[in-house]
């Protein structure tokens, strides 16, 4: 068991090195820097759904957002596609390296990870706003950096890290 969970973890971090690499060739057009957001969003959500015990509030940000959700979702695999041979393989691996990633982050302090997903839930659950909206008002950040597409590389802005704001600021205030 012990040798399958260490294979696993090299080959994860092996493709993480490897997305890395490749962002750095590919700039993120507006719309692609919200779709990879969005499902860095979605997918730490998803996390905390199943660490978490918050099933029901992960439905119904799915439920509620589905079909922003879903186009989201496709402007991501057109996102990779566009940047890569092998765009659909990249976006698979992307969606799961953000999950793997939330994952091992959770463990290092579930208490504050579940209590920040409990603040986005909470903010998520507001009915007046666009899944755009919310995202927007969101700091989350995705698991490789993808510059912003703009003919001034001085002024790019990346998506990138691989944890949510909201953990980020529990583990400094110490409550993890």
């Given at each position: 068991?012990?040798?399958?969970?260490?294979?696993?973890?090299?080959?994860?971090?092996l493709?993480a090195?490897?997305?890395?690499?490749?962002?750095?060739?590919?700039?993120?057009?507006?719309?692609?820097?919200?779709?990879?957001?969005?499902?860095?969003?979605?997918?730490?959500?998803?996390?905390?759904?199943?660490?978490?015990?918050?099933?029901?509030?992960?439905?119904?940000?799915?439920?509620?957002?589905?079909?922003?959700?879903?186009?989201?979702?496709a402007?991501?695999?057109?996102f990779?596609?566009?940047?890569?041979?092998?765009?659909?393989?990249?976006?698979?691996?992307?969606?799961t390296?953000?999950?793997?990633?939330?994952s091992l982050?959770?463990?290092h302090?579930?208490?504050?990870?579940c209590a920040a997903?409990?603040?986005?839930?909470?903010?998520?659950?507001?009915?007046?706003?666009s899944?755009?909206?919310?995202?927007?008002?969101q700091?989350?950040?995705?698991?490789?950096?993808?510059?912003?597409?703009?003919?001034?590389?001085?002024?790019?802005?990346?998506?990138?890290?691989g944890?949510?704001?909201?953990?980020?600021?529990?583990?400094s205030?110490?409550?993890?």
């Amino acid at each position: 068991m012990k040798r399958l969970l260490k294979a696993t973890t090299t080959t994860l971090a092996l493709c993480a090195m490897t997305g890395q690499s490749w962002a750095a060739d590919v700039c993120a057009r507006p719309g692609e820097k919200l779709a990879l957001k969005t499902a860095a969003m979605q997918q730490e959500l998803m996390v905390a759904a199943l660490y978490c015990n918050d099933i029901h509030p992960y439905n119904r940000f799915v439920i509620s957002y589905r079909r922003e959700l879903q186009d989201s979702d496709a402007a991501l695999l057109s996102f990779f596609e566009r940047a890569r041979h092998g765009g659909e393989a990249d976006y698979h691996s992307y969606k799961t390296a953000l999950a793997n990633n939330f994952s091992l982050e959770s463990l290092h302090g579930m208490a504050a990870y579940c209590a920040a997903a409990n603040e986005v839930f909470d903010a998520a659950s507001d009915p007046r706003g666009s899944l755009r909206d919310f995202i927007a008002s969101q700091s989350v950040m995705a698991a490789n950096e993808y510059p912003a597409c703009s003919e001034n590389r001085d002024s790019e802005e990346t998506v990138a890290g691989g944890s949510s704001a909201a953990y980020m600021r529990r583990a400094s205030e110490g409550r993890n």
